[in-house]
């Protein structure tokens, strides 16, 4: 079988694009990008929110795990770092874990960079209260400022 090209008009490219058909392809997806980055954008701050939800929730277990093996919650003022470093001041505890709580070996920054908050005993809950101050890294606040708190299961308000 012998195949020969397609023969040539004059005047036009056997294969390609018309301008008009590369301008109607540029308008819809201008289109389709006006509709879908402003969605987008957003969901930057949801992520972070649902990360220092998830990061509270890692580090009350390693809080659990603590009390577990020394009968006590670190107090305010050994705070987290009681999880990677045993304490020296305060109550001392006798079973510290070899390596702490925390498997990085580090306490983790909220999303937006910050230490969390973290109170024992706790004003919220009796044990210990834990949190993240949100975007503006203030108390209260609502959508991507609001708290991410250990004792509010439903999370920020939008």
Known sequence: MN???PERRPGRAPFGFTLIEVLIVVVILSILAGLIVPRIMSRPE??????ARMQIESLEAALKLFKLDNGFYPDTEQGLKAL??????GRVPNRWREGG??????V??????????????????????????GADHEEGGTGTDADITNWDASGPAS
Do not use: C, H, N
Not at 46 to 51: G, I, L, S
């Open 3 to 5: 195949a020969s090209p």
């Open 84 to 89: 990677v470093e045993k304490p020296t001041t």
């Open 108 to 133: 983790p920054k909220d999303p937006w960079g910050y230490d969390y908050v973290y109170i024992s005993p706790g004003v919220q809950t009796r044990d210990f209260d834990l949190m993240s101050l």
């Open 101 to 106: 709580y925390l498997e990085k070996g580090r």
């Open 46 to 51: 949801e992520a972070k929110q649902v990360k």
